[in-house]
T-cell receptor
Framework: AQSVTQLGSHVSVSEGALVLLRCNYSSSVPPYLFWYVQYPNQGLQLLLKYTTGATLVKGINGFEAEFKKSETSFHLTKPSAHMSDAAEYFCAVTRQSGGSNYKLTFGKGTLLTVNP | NAGVTQTPKFRVLKTGQSMTLLCAQDMNHEYMYWYRQDPGMGLRLIHYSVGEGTTAKGEVPDGYNVSRLKKQNFLLGLESAAPSQTSVYFC???????????????FGPGTRLTVT
């Protein structure tokens, strides 16, 4: 069954520092992987997704993620953190749930704190 | 274009009471989902729908019922609320034009429910 594991429930960085949020997946079939962001008191919104093709995926707000099959990873990065990046980040993988139905399975989330 | 809206935003129930959460989307999406979010647990799928008149169980369906009488609306019902159902509930819809393995989900702002 497809699933994701996010390493580190809380990551703290300084403003201007590199952001690295880790996600590893397990999947017996080619995975479809997503990163979502949740700002305080809001719903989730899509940052980026990997389906097929280029393994380096660029998303909104300067974030990108690289799909590495050999490492079963899909880590999220941003070269320089801004205060506005403080949020909770969720990695997710699509899982087939029977017939032609598919569902997202989310990781437990990583809370990113950005210090001035 | 409001996207996905949820009512109410907040609710406090006593154990044993019932209530219905309403989700509405104006994007003509076929797929709709109900999740609950609990600290350290990520998002867990309660029920989902792949089209008007259809519903299916997710990971944690017990204690909840759903209906999709109109394409744009997805209702989540709690017949007899329990303290374990204290959570934040999110509705989402999925873009119809893309394959569900890869489609982005659009989330509402959430309903914070407390059961005492």
């Amino acid at each position: 069954a497809q699933s994701v594991t996010q390493l580190g429930s809380h990551v703290s960085v300084s403003e201007g520092a590199l952001v690295l949020l880790r996600c590893n997946y397990s999947s017996s079939v080619p995975p479809y992987l997503f990163w979502y962001v949740q700002y305080p008191n809001q719903g989730l919104q899509l940052l980026l997704k990997y389906t097929t093709g280029a393994t380096l995926v660029k998303g909104i707000n300067g974030f990108e993620a690289e799909f590495k099959k050999s490492e079963t990873s899909f880590h999220l990065t941003k070269p320089s953190a801004h205060m506005s990046d403080a949020a909770e980040y969720f990695c997710a993988v699509t899982r087939q749930s029977g017939g032609s139905n598919y569902k997202l399975t989310f990781g437990k989330g990583t809370l990113l704190t950005v210090n001035p | 274009n409001a996207g996905v809206t949820q009512t109410p935003k907040f609710r406090v129930l006593k154990t044993g009471q019932s209530m219905t959460l309403l989700c509405a989307q104006d994007m003509n999406h076929e797929y709709m989902y109900w999740y609950r979010q609990d600290p350290g647990m990520g998002l867990r799928l309660i029920h989902y729908s792949v089209g008007e008149g259809t519903t299916a169980k997710g990971e944690v369906p017990d204690g909840y019922n759903v209906s999709r009488l109109k394409k744009q609306n997805f209702l989540l019902g709690l017949e007899s609320a329990a303290p374990s159902q204290t959570s934040v509930y999110f509705c989402a819809s999925g873009s119809s034009g893309a394959h569900p393995r890869t489609h982005e989900q659009y989330f509402g702002p959430g309903t914070r429910l407390t059961v005492t």
